[in-house]
């Protein structure tokens, strides 16, 4: 990962920038850069992932017009053959290729680019600054106005505190230019249903996939990938496994009591042949880190914080223990073939359109948790999942084909890869289990338990009446709650809510956003 960050405005001290802008330096740890611009100012924290060495740090610059850029563009290198027979290039940089393209197809630019980006650009001609995220929001970007009115843009919102009274998430997909946001794209949004048989459906799925894993394995930096044992991080394990020359480097972690998934993720790294690492942890490892993800990832949604005590001890075991920069992970999957939540949908209108809101919403809650538990340990996520064309067309497949008809969650997915024989047939078509909980059951009951000892019943009633917006609910929640407003006080629109199951549908009418209270949950936790 890397930290942009940029501010229209000379109204603002010198020191105070330099100290917002060194807040979120372990994203990007190689080199720093703060440029001045006659509107303002762009700083760049970099992490060195392709173009290793110094003609690859930012801002880059084209006749007085500077971006910096926080982001992967996949199949950068035929683009850039192109261009050069116009312009120069002076490294071996993916995002050099942005002011080029921005020279040549204007705003128009964003919606052909084929990546994870956030990006802030002054474009010299405008006099102005630009900004721009990906249409799912796997790379963060905020925003907030000066006390003048003027624009700030950060990775973070930690870089914005003390800078804008009020601080929001760059919405996905959109960019911002001439004072206003633009969408250009929304891969939520289906036109036409694919109407395809399933047959059809898994090898479309199949080859969209293997090649949204091949194309995340571009990089001038060691690649590591996080293994859970669940179907979808072990999926793209398997899939780089055959499609390197080289053993891959897999990383799992779980309590040290009772994690769930440890011994499934033992079998895939045995089956793939992975060079397989595994990192245990103690009650006291997770309470210990509870409030340094709060602060870390800026949210108070129980779910996310859960997921993200395991993500980050494991990517901070990473960082301080091999020379790996960049991490798959299995993220997205879930919205798009659904969770154990989504047996329940009513019908398939309902499904899709609880995929459309979850895929929407992705950028506060899995996708954060991702980036922040791996960006803070100055490491890079990708997402083969998330890839735009294997997005669009699973939003597309007819949500009838994605309901669990066969009692099997995520069945179109298992069944494009059953003849491949990647997986042992017991991860292939094993149910699946919560991150949070299948790191061990233990986990999720330390933190309730911390929670029931921090507040009588009183003081829970009493605490929760402050909070208007996305009001705690349990003990649990006014914990993260509380400890979020430490960090982001008055900060609680950034998340929309809490993430939870869709309480209108009959079985998920429920206080506890783990799949272990659903009545379907069944065997997945063993």
Known sequence: MCSIFGVESKSVSPEL???????????????????????????FHRLSIMGLDERGMQPFELDGSYVVCNGELYGFRPVRERLKEKYSFRGESDCEILLPLYREYGL???????????????????????????PIGIRPLYYGRLSDGSMAFASEPKNLMGL??????????????DGEFVRYADPAH???????????????????????????????????????????????CAIAARSLPHRIRTYSIGMDVDAIDLKYARKVADFIGSDHTEVIISERDVLDALETVVELLGTYDITTIRASIGMYLVCKYIHENTDVRVLLTGEISDELFG??????????????????????????????????????????????????????????????????????????????????H??????????????????????????????????????????????????????ESLLYREIFEKYYPGQSAMVTDFWMPNRSWPGCDVDDPSARVLKNYGDSGK
């Open 108 to 134: 128009e630019m964003f919606k052909a680019l084929d990546a994870e980006f956030a990006l802030i650009l002054y474009d010299a001609q405008r006099g102005s600054f630009v900004a721009a995220r990906d």
């Open 422 to 475: 990647l997986l042992p047939e017991e991860i292939l078509w094993r149910q699946k289990a919560a991150f949070s909980d299948a790191v061990g059951h233990s986990m999720v009951d330390d933190l309730k338990a911390l929670a029931e000892r921090s507040y009588t019943d009183e003081e829970f009633r009493v605490r929760c009446e402050k909070y208007d917006h996305a009001r705690p609910f349990t003990k």
């Open 164 to 177: 804008c009274d009020k601080i929001l998430p760059f919405p996905p997909g959109c960019y911002w230019a």
């Open 17 to 43: 920038l330099k100290a917002c802008f060194e807040r979120t330096i372990s994203r990007g740890p190689d080199m720093s850069a703060m440029v001045e611009l006659p509107c303002g100012y762009l700083g």
């Open 339 to 420: 969770y154990k939540y989504t047996d329940f949908a009513p019908d398939a209108a309902a499904f899709q359109e609880e995929a459309e809101k979850r895929i929407r919403e992705l950028h506060m809650y899995d996708v954060l948790r991702a980036d922040r538990c791996i960006s803070v340990n100055s490491l890079e996520a990708r997402v083969p999942f998330g890839d735009l064309a294997f997005v669009h067309y699973a939003m597309s497949i007819d949500p009838s084909l994605k309901m669990n008809r066969h009692n099997m969650g995520k069945f179109l997915i298992r069944q494009a890869f059953a003849e491949d």
């Open 190 to 236: 289906v036109d036409q249903f694919v109407m395809e048989d399933e047959e059809t459906v898994c090898r479309e799925l199949r080859r969209l996939l293997i090649a949204g894993v091949e194309k995340r394995l571009d990089a001038d930096a060691p690649v590591g990938f996080l293994l859970s044992g669940g179907l979808d991080s072990s999926l793209v």
